[in-house]
């Protein structure tokens, strides 16, 4: 438990950090994919784009951040013949936008690739690219009941600390990493340098983060069929809970309360705050501000008791795929409704006390805790949605994962239907 606590902690110490989707893409909305050529900054790297870059050429249309496809610092007919070629998949090189907000190089194909973190190895499934994989991080490997496969390949450690021994030894083309921060192995690349190993930083685990990563990446790994069918699947979740939310009255919103451990909370600006809000909640510390990136911010119980919410969400660190034991979550839920005073409040009394593990709204199959919070919130809007149907369907179609639901994991408590 503690090591999980700790682990969470470097976790969210490098949510956020230079992203450069987070303040301009929220879910459900439209993203750039973040690869140089991408001229008009959609989803999709295609003959638009050509029209764009002729456009820019002919002095009607404004130079865009992705339209130097070539990356040599001027608009021409050679970013034209690299946005044919990565339509076709011909490109020998990939210019892109990563994590840290910095214009970088990958080469292509790839081959053999190292991939750390574990939401960043689910979109290697989706994407159908697990036989390219040559090597984990230890996360990966801990988690062998949901990774049964990946789990089983050499580790490069812990992804704090990279073992570069190991990484120069399984020899791949590219290391997909997050990003490069105090805990994100900065010295990644001067120690890859001259080596042919490409350093590779996205953003994976936060719901605006993750599906452009993994379109991005679907690009680098000949992928992009695979990715415009996930998008179009999981946007059918995310429009029919914004259609459905749309009709329930601003003044029947449910005042929500996420009950973050260490007697904190999550406030506008963090991925939780967004989901409950997306699901048609009002998070009822939206404009608190403290804690990491001042969107974790400590709160009083006598101010909760104040606020008096009608229903609470509280995160767990524990649960998951991995354990089969309920009483973690449970745990957590009477922790959770024996906070002073917390007897006297609307969403105690009417037992609507939720408690999810946060792995639900994180990394690219973030949909299935929001329909979870939706249900949770209006299950009579959402009672046609069961998630362990949505999870099931996950899994088995994108994470090609055997995963009996009924008998194993813990996603919710005191129900996850
Ligand atoms: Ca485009
Ligand atoms: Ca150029």
């Given at each position: 438990m503690k090591s999980l606590i700790w682990l969470f902690c470097c976790f969210v110490s490098i949510?956020?950090?230079?992203?450069?989707f987070a303040d301009d893409v929220q879910i459900g909305e439209p993203f750039t994919v973040?690869?140089?050529?991408?001229a008009n900054l959609d989803q999709v790297v295609d003959q638009q784009d050509i029209v764009f870059i002729q456009e820019i050429i002919g002095g009607t249309k404004e130079k865009t951040k992705l339209a130097d496809a070539n990356n040599d610092g001027i608009i021409d007919q050679a970013d034209i013949e690299q946005i044919n070629k990565i339509i076709s998949g011909t490109e020998d090189t990939i210019f892109y936008v990563n994590l840290n907000d910095d214009v970088e190089s990958v080469k292509h194909p790839l081959n053999n690739i190292i991939v750390v973190y574990d939401n960043t190895a689910e979109i290697i499934r989706i994407l159908g690219?697990?036989?390219?994989?040559?090597g984990v991080d230890s996360m990966i490997l801990e988690k062998s009941k949901y990774f049964p496969e990946l789990s089983q390949l050499p580790s490069i450690g812990e992804r704090k600390d990279c073992n570069v021994e190991k990484i120069l030894e399984l020899d791949p083309d590219a290391v997909f990493i997050h990003a490069?921060?105090?805990?994100?192995?900065?010295?990644l690349e001067e120690k890859l340098k001259d080596k042919g190993i490409d350093v590779v930083r996205l953003g994976t685990w936060e719901s605006h983060t993750a599906v452009p990563s993994l379109m991005l990446m679907a690009y680098m790994l000949d992928k992009v069929d695979r990715a415009n069918q996930y998008v179009t699947y999981q946007e059918k979740y995310l429009n029919t809970i914004k259609e459905r939310v749309a009709q329930i009255p601003e003044e029947k919103r449910l005042r929500v309360f996420i009950d973050r451990p260490g007697d904190t909370t999550t406030s506008k600006g963090s991925g939780y705050s967004e989901s409950v809000e997306f699901a048609?909640?009002?998070?009822?510390?939206?404009n608190l501000a403290g804690g990491f990136q001042s969107v974790l911010p400590a709160v009083d119980s006598e101010w909760v008791v104040k606020e008096n919410p009608e229903v609470i969400i509280g995160l767990s660190w524990d649960g998951g795929?991995?354990?089969?034991?309920i009483d973690v979550l449970k745990k957590r839920y009477d922790e959770v409704v024996a906070k002073?005073?917390?007897?006297?409040i609307d969403a105690v009394k009417n037992n609507r006390v939720y408690i999810t593990p946060?792995?639900?709204?994180?990394?690219?199959?973030y949909h299935i805790g929001l329909v979870q919070f939706a249900k949770w919130l209006y299950p009579e809007q959402f009672?046609?949605?069961d998630v362990k149907i949505v999870q099931d369907e996950y899994m088995t179609n994108w994470q090609n994962l055997y995963f009996d639901l009924n008998n194993h994991g813990v996603f919710g408590y005191p129900v996850s239907t």
């Open positions: 949510i956020g950090m230079g992203s450069v973040q690869i140089m050529g991408n690219a697990q036989d390219k994989v040559v490069k921060s105090e805990s994100g192995c900065p010295d048609g909640g009002k998070n009822i510390a939206k795929h991995e354990t089969d034991d002073p005073g917390f007897s006297s946060y792995i639900n709204v994180l990394g690219p199959g009672g046609d949605l």
